[in-house]
């Protein structure tokens, strides 16, 4: 039996879907790989064995770029764009990221939960202080505080989705997990 790729842009992604799987309890026989940035994909899939399914998750800024790397892939018919043919494709968008989607699923509360779990409420609280900040709402301060220091990133998604039951948990994770695991 071949086992699935999963393609993700970098390791936060990587952890976030691993902690999805977790919480579903999904037997995730698949290799996610983080590709190190979405500009890496095209080269990925040039690499690629043709005979191992592939599987994906990308940021909607990164659409146009998706769409052409699948159809040099040949995953891709000429021509097809919308997301629902990407998504026949076995590749699944975020509105915005996966961190707007993990916020947006968990509210704010549940996030601040998490920070507090891992030491950082009081590191967010002097954030949200700064002048910059004062004026924008609490999903955007907590999106933008994930990438403030060095490996928060890494981890912030996978700590929130951990913190998910199964029915919250982002409909791009859900999507990406149901066709890994219908493919291994």
Known sequence: MVLPVVLVEG??????LLAAARVRG???????VSLGGITNL??????RDPVV???GLYDAAE???VIGALAAAGLLAEGETDPVAIARAGFFGCERDLEDEVIRAAGPELVLETLAARGEL??????QGQPAQRVRSVEAQLHRFAGTA????AHFAADVVAALPPDRIPDPLVAVLDAAVSQA
């Open 53 to 55: 399914p592939v599987r």
């Open 122 to 127: 009081a590191l967010f609280r002097v954030f």
């Open 63 to 65: 659409l146009r770029y």
């Open 26 to 32: 999904d037997d995730l026989r698949a290799d996610v």
């Open 42 to 47: 095209r080269s990925w899939l040039e690499r």
């Open 11 to 16: 390791e936060s992604d990587r952890l976030a």
């Open 150 to 153: 060095s490996g928060r990133k």
